[in-house]
């Protein structure tokens, strides 16, 4: 486990993490995308209430995406026992 800092809106952060160095600066810049993005459609938001609704969206497409699997290993175990 190590210690990162990021900065996320100004705001800087200390997380101790296992996910590899690669994959943890990739994850970083998808969440400052998902920032940037709804900074230009979402209006004049304070950071916290930016930070609140990113969270959101990733939560909606973490749970739209398990979803998803779920209805996949169904058919595929509908498959295999046909």
Partial sequence: MRVVEVNILNSKYRLKTD?????????????????????KTAGTLSNNKLKI???????EEIYSGAKKIDSLIQKISLMENS
């Fill in 19 to 39: 996910v590899p160095e690669k994959d943890f600066n990739e994850i970083i810049t998808i969440l400052n995308k998902r920032i940037d993005e709804l900074k």
């Fill in 53 to 59: 609704l990113v969270a959101i969206c990733l939560a």
